[in-house]
């Protein structure tokens, strides 16, 4: 099952996005849409709401008052820490429910308005992010939700930085334009990247990219490094006992250095049975083991000696992760 995060500021136009790839045959789980039905009224969340915040927060109908609770947390960063104490688990628990149902082989997109600032990046395989400039932005909050531009804008500075977003992004989708357009790039993303990276993903299958010659040195490298470390440590977090380290390795690692656009990662782990352990989460992960017949091997730039060799799964994003043992040669 390939997860892919979706999130993008307010205005950004994610819903434009997630509703394409809907079209396409994913399975869109939708964050916004769970907050609301796990604090609709008869539920256990919306009473919590009421105890911890007081019947202030409901309407004259009994349902939650949206605009009181978010003026509330807004301004007030205790409040809406207990309100994330309220709502996130039971939007975890309804999403285990949605994932449980959903096929071996689907492709789920999760639309969380607030994946970066919550630091959930790590938990998908893909992070979508939807861009768009901020007037842009403005404009369409102001003629759609009639906010005013001094709300919008607040609402903008409260979200995360575009910095931010980039830095977590798989894929970055600008939406400036117009809806044709995004659903284009949706489409291209669909049938280039996603759908091959599922079928991968589906089959224990490495993505089999061309090894490019070396290039000028690219900084990016290091956060692209980053990102895929903090998603194998997300999906490996019940093996931490049998884990050593795991780091950016290699010629992409060395600062200045002009190199394949191939990230090499090495995985240490603390014995030759631990690394067998650890083949099928790192399959799971989008690192499925590259096995070589005699006279078809295609080796790496720089082949580690000893290693067990792993390689991405996801055709936008060329890496090979070098499993060895602690105190090996290959270590």
Known sequence: MLRIGLTGGIGAG??????????LGA????????????????????????????????????????PAMGELVFADAAARARLNEIVHPRVAARTAE??????????????????????????????VVVHADEAVRVQR?????????EAVRARIASQATEAARRAAADVWLDNDGSTSQTRAAVDLLWTS?????????????????????????????????GRLIARLRSE????????????????????????????????????AEAAENLTAPLSSAGFPPVTREPDTAEPSESEVSG????????????????????GSAGS
């Open 193 to 225: 990247r996603i759908e091959p990276f599922a079928h991968n993903l589906r089959t224990n299958t490495p993505a089999m990219t061309a090894r490019s010659a070396a290039t000028g040195f690219d900084p990016n490298r290091a956060v692209r490094a």
């Open 98 to 127: 949605l994932l449980a149902q959903a096929a071996p082989d689907a492709i789920v997109v999760h639309d969380v308005p607030l994946l970066v600032e919550n630091g959930l990046a790590a938990g998908y395989h893909l992070v």
């Open 307 to 326: 290693a067990r060799l792993h390689r991405s799964a996801d055709p936008g994003a060329p890496a090979d992760l070098y499993v060895v043992v602690a």
């Open 141 to 149: 909050l102001r003629r759609d939700r009639a906010m005013t531009e």
């Open 14 to 23: 994610k819903s434009t996005v997630a509703k394409r790839l809907a079209e």
């Open 236 to 271: 490996l977090g019940g093996y931490d006992e049998q884990i050593v380290a795991i780091e950016h390795v290699g010629a992409t690692s060395v600062p200045g250095v002009a190199a394949p656009d191939v990230l090499e990662l090495m995985l240490t782990v603390v014995s």
């Open 27 to 66: 399975v869109i789980v939708d964050a916004d849409r769970l907050a609301r039905e796990v604090v609709a009224p008869g539920t256990d969340g919306l009473a919590e709401i009421v105890t911890a915040f007081g019947d202030r927060m409901l309407t004259a109908e009994g349902t939650l008052d949206r």
